[in-house]
Every structure is written in structure tokens, then in C-alpha cells.
């Protein structure tokens, strides 16, 4: 897979051929023939092999998660987004060039699929038993944030972290979630003798704030 790989990125797999493809492993045309039926069945080989390396870094990331700490989810999650976008193989310019546009299509259908297929089995369901769902359409949700912040990543790689995430965070209504009390910076002066505030809940037309957990 990984020679099939390298030749797409070097050609374009349109202008590969059974015989470009046997050569690089060293193998007849007859022994391709075995194992695979035509060009096509080696790119979604190739593009399997590439979605279940990725799906594998997903699955780590939500396997590590803290219960609860939804704010340091997002931040690990577009760090290894931002890692996964990076990569040289599957995300490079090259991938995008004229030879290799139809197969760089199917990749992404297929991995935008196969991770909100993920998310939507692990995640949400964590997230659903704790909180209650805030969004409809959860795949289809999923899919176009996937798909667009590929997108947003590869024209634009100079986009802030904390922008990634204020979109990943809008997109899935997770804003009041993350939203934390503003806190008190180590070195900010204190009165000690302030009157404490008054009760919430005695003062008419006022209600405590609520913080989501």
C-alpha cells in the first residue's frame, strides 16, 4: 500500500498504470492480477489504509479524553487535526493535483464519512448521556464541519488554533459548554475587607448564573 501510495503522489493516479504499480513492488502483472481486479480496487485499498491510519489517532484522542473537560477536548482535538492536516501523504498539494483530483475527492468523502461515523458511535453518545444533545442531523453535521475544516486548514494553515476551535465549538452549539467563569489572574490585588455580595436569590428580578458541567 505504501508504494501504491507514493506513486499516485508522484504521477497522479490517473496517469498510473497496472504495470507502473507492479513495477514499484516488484511483481508481475499476472500477480497483481491476484490480489487485486483493476486499478481502482488499489486505490480503495490505498485510500482504506490511509482513512484507518487516521481513524486510529481519532480513537486514541477520544480514548484519553477526561470526562467532563469538554474545553480541553477541543483543544487536544484540533491540535491533532490541525497534526493529521499536516501530513505529508494524504493532505499534500500533490494529492491535489490534476492526476490525482477524483482520487483526492473519494478520500475525503470517505474519511469525512468514516470519522463522523466514529464520532457519532463514541463521542456524542458520551456526550448525549451527560448533557443532552444540542444539535440535530449529527452525521451530516459532522461531515460538513469535517470537510470544511480540511478545507479551512490546507488554504489556510496560518489560522489560529483558538479560531479552529471557536468554529468546531459554534458549529456543534458547544459555546455555553466551554464558557468558563472569567478567573482571578495570580497577581490581581484583593480587598479584603469588600462586603460580600449580596444573595442572588434575595435580590427581586436576578437569578444566580448557570454553569455547564
Not at 501510495?5 to 498504470?17: A, D, M, N, Q, V
Not at 513492488?25 to 489504509?49: G, I, Q
Not at 466551554?178 to 489572574?185: F, L, R
Amino acid at each position: 500500500m505504501r508504494a501504491a501510495r507514493e506513486i499516485c503522489l508522484e504521477k497522479g493516479f490517473s496517469k498510473i498504470t497496472v504495470s507502473d504499480i507492479a513495477g514499484r513492488v516488484h511483481m508481475t502483472r499476472s500477480l497483481f492480477y491476484h490480489y487485486f481486479p483493476d486499478k481502482d480496487a488499489v486505490a480503495d485499498a490505498v485510500l482504506d489504509d490511509v482513512v484507518e491510519d487516521i481513524l486510529s489517532k481519532l480513537s486514541a484522542w477520544d480514548a484519553a479524553r477526561e470526562t467532563g473537560n469538554i474545553d480541553k477536548a477541543l483543544d487536544d482535538v484540533v491540535r491533532l487535526t490541525r497534526a493529521l492536516i499536516a501530513d505529508e501523504s494524504p493532505f499534500s498539494a500533490r494529492m491535489i493535483h490534476e492526476g490525482n483530483a477524483e482520487l483526492y475527492i473519494r478520500f475525503i468523502d470517505r474519511i469525512a464519512d468514516r470519522i463522523a461515523d466514529m464520532f457519532e458511535r463514541t463521542t456524542v453518545r458520551d456526550f448525549e448521556m451527560r448533557h443532552g444533545l444540542p444539535i440535530t442531523n449529527v452525521h451530516e453535521t459532522f461531515f460538513t464541519l469535517i470537510v470544511g475544516l480540511i478545507s479551512l486548514l490546507r488554504s489556510h494553515p496560518e489560522t489560529p488554533d483558538t479560531t479552529v476551535k471557536s468554529v468546531i465549538a459554534q458549529t456543534l452549539h458547544l459555546t455555553g459548554y466551554i464558557a468558563a467563569c472569567p478567573s482571578v489572574a495570580p497577581d490581581a490585588p484583593t480587598a479584603p475587607s469588600a462586603a460580600p455580595a449580596p444573595d442572588a436569590t434575595s435580590a427581586p428580578g436576578t437569578s444566580a448564573p448557570t454553569v455547564a458541567r
